[in-house]
């Protein structure tokens, strides 16, 4: 497969993936709907969701489809009705977050890393030239230049869009790097601007953040439901709510720890090797960009980003301590394993 051909599915892929999130989401929330319902089939219970149901559809005539309908028909309807009922907040202070992530994510990312800007003197100045060098390549505006103050190898992207890109280096990965290696990973970093990478890192790092809260408020409403009411119906009604807390606490358990970190993990390795090959489209030099991948490989932790573990996906290696071959820990792995990456670059250079 050529360069071309690996960034054109390399994209699919992604969309595909992206629109995964909220698929599984909606999934698990529907699934902790019907359960509750089926759980707890109560007439209390079972009613609340109708309500809810007429609510939100006024025109439709429900008596009349209840009228016919099965007793399994009227609790998937009752179900259908607290799945909506609490997919539409979910879904919309997640669009809220996610806002406030776009605007401000990029920025967030810098300060989690504690980057500043590259002073442009001339200790650095073969850096600066290597940036606007690739960003002529790239036909893109010449990216801001951040640094971490840390002798391991390591570089990411951040930024809304072109225009406020940003590229951070460590000071390692500037003085144990050649010219030409240096210029491939920062290659390897414009690509992931003009793929609309940094866009699309910095929801993933800040937007994913907004589950921990959803857990939170859920658990809380779990501890507040009302589980003694004066009549028997509110008392029905009561306990089905308790297990609907209950089930949507964990369907997000298993979203926020299971299901997005896997989704992550499969959009971070496609955008790792999208971003490899246009490194190696715009250098014309695949080998370069191998031999710096072999060297950060060796010694890629950034410690200031330990207890920031979102920014994984952020960087051009693991920044974290690595873990043992067959740990658990490597199946949420967001970067592929660096010898076939090596091996993908090898192959477009020939070898």
């Given at each position: 497969m050529d360069t071309y051909a690996q960034i054109k599915r390399n994209r699919r892929l992604t969309f595909l993936l992206m629109s995964l999130f909220p698929l599984s989401l909606g999934?698990?929330?529907?699934?902790?709907?019907?359960?509750?319902?089926?759980?707890?089939?109560?007439?209390?219970?079972?009613s609340m969701g109708l309500r809810l149901f007429q609510g939100l559809f006024t025109s439709l005539d429900l008596q009349a489809l209840l009228q016919s309908a099965s007793f399994e028909k009227v609790k998937f309807i009752s179900a259908l009705g607290y799945f909506l009922t609490v997919i539409i907040p979910i879904l919309g202070v997640s669009f809220a977050w996610i806002l406030i992530a776009y605007f401000f994510g990029h920025k967030?990312?810098?300060?989690?890393?504690?980057?500043?800007?590259?002073?442009?003197?001339?200790?650095?100045?073969?850096?600066?030239?290597?940036?606007?060098?690739?960003?002529?390549?790239?036909?893109l505006p010449t990216p801001k230049v951040y640094i971490i103050e840390d002798e391991s190898l390591n570089a990411f992207a951040s930024g809304r869009n072109e225009q406020t890109a940003a590229i951070t280096l460590t000071t390692g990965i500037i003085k144990k790097l050649d010219n030409l290696e240096l210029q491939a990973v920062i290659a390897h970093e414009m690509g992931h601007i003009q793929n609309r990478d940094?866009?699309?890192?910095?929801?993933?790092?800040?937007?994913?953040?907004?589950?921990?809260?959803?857990i939170e408020m859920v658990r809380l409403s779990f501890y507040s439901t009302p589980r003694r009411r004066s009549s028997r119906r509110q008392n029905n009604s009561g306990g089905?709510?308790?297990?609907?807390?209950?089930?949507?606490?964990i369907a997000l358990l298993?979203?926020?720890?299971?299901?997005?970190?896997?989704?992550?993990?499969?959009?971070?390795?496609?955008?790792?090797?999208?971003?490899?090959?246009?490194?190696?489209?715009?250098?014309?030099n695949p080998k370069a960009l191998a031999s710096?991948?072999?060297?950060?490989?060796?010694?890629?932790?950034?410690?200031?980003?330990?207890?920031?573990?979102?920014?994984?996906?952020?960087?051009?290696?693991?920044?974290?301590?690595?873990?043992?071959?067959?740990?658990?820990?490597?199946?949420?792995?967001?970067?592929?394993?660096?010898a076939l990456r090596i091996k993908r670059l090898n192959e477009m250079a020939g070898f």
């Open positions: 999934v698990l929330v529907f699934l902790a709907s019907i359960g509750s319902v089926f759980i707890y089939p109560e007439e209390g219970f079972i967030m990312l810098l300060s989690m890393a504690k980057a500043t800007p590259l002073p442009r003197n001339r200790e650095y100045k073969k850096v600066y030239q290597s940036v606007e060098t690739v960003a002529i390549m790239a036909g940094v866009e699309l890192t910095s929801l993933i790092i800040t937007g994913l953040g907004i589950f921990t809260l959803l089905g709510l308790v297990i609907l807390a209950l089930l949507l606490y298993i979203f926020a720890y299971c299901v997005a970190p896997l989704i992550k993990m499969a959009i971070s390795r496609t955008r790792e090797y999208l971003a490899d090959s246009t490194s190696a489209l715009l250098t014309r710096a991948l072999s060297k950060i490989s060796q010694d890629s932790r950034v410690e200031v980003l330990d207890a920031h573990p979102m920014m994984e996906i952020a960087c051009i290696e693991n920044p974290y301590e690595k873990k043992r071959a067959f740990s658990l820990q490597n199946l949420y792995a967001t970067h592929p394993p660096v």
